[in-house]
């Protein structure tokens, strides 16, 4: 392992308000300033721990930077793909008020614009409610739901009519907690 550090020199190389377009590509020693088009996959580090002594807390190895130590988080790569297909075909298959919410919250003009993260969290779980069953994405909710029953069985963690004790098929913005209308963020 080579012991130079890297400097990343400007750090920030995309906008906090547009999906990312390029990122700092990783190398055999780690992070480069190596700059590639296209956002990075999702993805996650596999630590590897040692043990410091027998019945005592397990420390992260300080080994050698490798590869094999990315994973690639298939799951959400495969949906961030969906999301952001249903995004550039114009948020087909949901309500008018839905969309007017979503055009409301990317006006360049607003005070409190959301970070794009923000708004593809928002996007996220309206596709996944709302959309993803009428364009044959029900695996989806189908993965979190064993994904969650797994983990966590007793609090599923999806905004659903089940959630909010709300009839079933009610629209996605009905189902958000209602707030006084002085209280909005612009």
Request: some cysteine.
């Amino acid at each position: 392992m080579t012991t130079d550090r890297i400097v990343i020199e400007r750090p920030v190389i995309n906008s906090a308000f547009a999906e990312p377009v390029r990122h700092s590509q990783f190398g055999e020693d780690g992070i480069t300033n190596e700059i590639v088009a296209g956002r990075r996959r999702s993805s996650y580090f596999i630590p590897i721990a040692w043990p410091k002594a027998k019945g005592k807390q397990l420390i992260l190895l300080h080994a050698e930077w490798t590869e094999n130590w990315l994973q690639e988080n298939e799951f959400i790569n495969r949906v961030r793909e969906k999301v952001g297909l249903w995004r550039r075909g114009g948020y087909q298959g949901v309500t008018r008020t839905i969309t007017r919410l979503l055009d409301y919250w990317q006006r360049p003009e607003r005070e409190r614009r959301l970070f794009f993260c923000q708004l593809e969290a928002v996007e996220t779980i309206i596709y996944i409610t709302e959309v993803a069953g009428k364009f044959g994405d029900q695996w989806i909710e189908q993965e979190l739901r064993q994904r969650n029953a797994r983990a966590n069985p007793l609090l599923y963690r999806l905004v659903g009519a089940e959630q909010t004790r709300q009839p079933p098929g009610l629209p996605f913005h009905r189902r958000l907690p209602h707030r006084h209308p002085r209280h909005h963020d612009s």
